[in-house]
C-alpha cells in the first residue's frame, strides 16, 4: 500500500481558496488518487478523485503532479461548513481504502 | 435514493461479550466495506464483500468476521469483546468499479464496559 504525507493541521480564512497538499512518492501506476474528508461527527465523505489529469467536480479541484507522486486538493472558496479533516488515499483494490491521518482544516470566519 | 443504514446506531457491551452490527448498502451497490475509527488508531479497514464473498481483508483478528448476504446487505460480528474494542464502526458501499466512490453510513458507536 503506498504511504501518503499530509500536513496535520491547516488554518484558512472563510471565502479564500485552500490548497490542501499530500505527497505519495510510492504511489503505483494504477493507484486512483482519492481524497475524502471527514466532517466532525459524520462517517467520511467522498470529495474527488482522479488518476493523472486535474478533475474538477462542483466540491473542489484536484491537482496532480505530472510524475503522480504528489497531488493538491484546492477548495476554491472555504466556508465554515468545510472545516474537516482531509484525506488524500491512493486507491486501486475494490473497496478497501487505506486512510492516514490526514489534514485538520479549521476555517475561520 | 436512500443513503447507506446502519443499525445499531448506539450499543453498549461488556467483555466476552459478542456483537452484530448490519448494514445495507445504497441500492444497486454491490460492494461493502467495513472500517473501525477510533482516537488512537484512525480510521482502519476491517474487510470488503462483493456479491457475497469477501474480496479484502484488513490486519484484525480472526474474532472479526463478517457476511454478505445476496441482497447486498451486510453484516459484521465480533465475539469475545475487549475493551479495546470500542470504536466506531464505518460500513460503506460502492459500485464495483475499482474508482468508484464509497458512500459511507453514520456508523455504530459500540462500547465496551
Known amino acids: 500500500d503506498a504511504k501518503t504525507t499530509q500536513p496535520n493541521s491547516m488554518e484558512s480564512n472563510e471565502e479564500e481558496p485552500v490548497h490542501l497538499p499530500c505527497n505519495h512518492s510510492t504511489i503505483s501506476g494504477t493507484d486512483y488518487i482519492h481524497w475524502y474528508r471527514q466532517l466532525p461527527s459524520q462517517g467520511p465523505e467522498y470529495v474527488i478523485h482522479?488518476?493523472?489529469s486535474n478533475v474538477n467536480n462542483r466540491m473542489a479541484s484536484l491537482a496532480i503532479a505530472e510524475d503522480r507522486k504528489s497531488s493538491t486538493l484546492i477548495l476554491h472558496r472555504a466556508t465554515l461548513r468545510d472545516a474537516a479533516v482531509y484525506y488524500c488515499?491512493?486507491?486501486?483494490?475494490?473497496?478497501?481504502?487505506?486512510f492516514g491521518q490526514g489534514t485538520e482544516l479549521s476555517v475561520k470566519p | 435514493k436512500a443513503g447507506v443504514t446502519q443499525t445499531p446506531r448506539y450499543l453498549i457491551k461488556t467483555r466476552g461479550q459478542q456483537v452484530t452490527l448490519s448494514c445495507s448498502p445504497i441500492s444497486g451497490h454491490r460492494s461493502v466495506s467495513w472500517y473501525q475509527q477510533t482516537p488512537g488508531q484512525g480510521l482502519q479497514f476491517l474487510f470488503e464483500y462483493f456479491s457475497e464473498t469477501q474480496r479484502n481483508k484488513g490486519n484484525f483478528p480472526g474474532r472479526f468476521s463478517g457476511r454478505q448476504f445476496s441482497n447486498s446487505r451486510s453484516e459484521m460480528n465480533v465475539s469475545t469483546l475487549e475493551l479495546g474494542d470500542s470504536a466506531l464502526y464505518l460500513c460503506a458501499s460502492s459500485l464495483w468499479f475499482v474508482d468508484n466512490e464509497q458512500f459511507f453510513g453514520p456508523g455504530t458507536r459500540l462500547t465496551v464496559l
Open positions: 488515499i491512493p486507491y486501486n483494490q475494490g473497496g478497501k481504502l487505506i
Open positions: 482522479g488518476l493523472t
